[in-house]
Nanobody, 119 residues
Framework: VQLVESGGGLVQPGSSLRLSCTAS????????LNWYRQAPGKERELVAA????????IYQDSVKGRFTISRDNGKNTVYLQMNSLKPEDTAMYYC?????????????WGQGTQVTVSS
């Protein structure tokens, strides 16, 4: 299983970024995909999730109305469109999937992509 994130960077408040996560090693279309983030000194937190066919999404309250999660099952890629970015969105962003390995759930993570929002 491999998850590779991209699209992070240094932007000013109010700007937009689109993160991408391309997956391999499992049947992408069958699984819910998640975006997490972790700021320095803080715990990793769930930002958004999207179900296998993309029919349902959930968002952390702090990003509702600003972030949009989507997926392209044909490209094995999940996206996080981030608009109206704020300094408090600064964090390392991680793609995540939970697979069942011999009846046990196992978390898989990408290497992360850094998002820094600063003037």
């Amino acid at each position: 299983v491999q998850l590779v994130e991209s699209g992070g960077g240094l932007v000013q408040p109010g700007s937009s970024l689109r993160l991408s996560c391309t997956a391999s090693g499992f049947t992408f279309s069958r699984y819910t995909l998640n975006w997490y983030r972790q700021a320095p000194g803080k715990e990793r937190e769930l930002v958004a999730a999207i179900t296998d066919a993309g029919g349902s999404t959930i968002y952390q309250d702090s990003v509702k109305g600003r972030f949009t999660i989507s997926r392209d099952n044909g490209k094995n890629t999940v996206y996080l469109q981030m608009n109206s970015l704020k300094p408090e969105d600064t964090a390392m962003y991680y793609c995540n999937v939970v697979l069942t390995i011999i009846i046990r759930p196992v978390n898989f993570w990408g290497q992360g992509t850094q998002v820094t929002v600063s003037s």
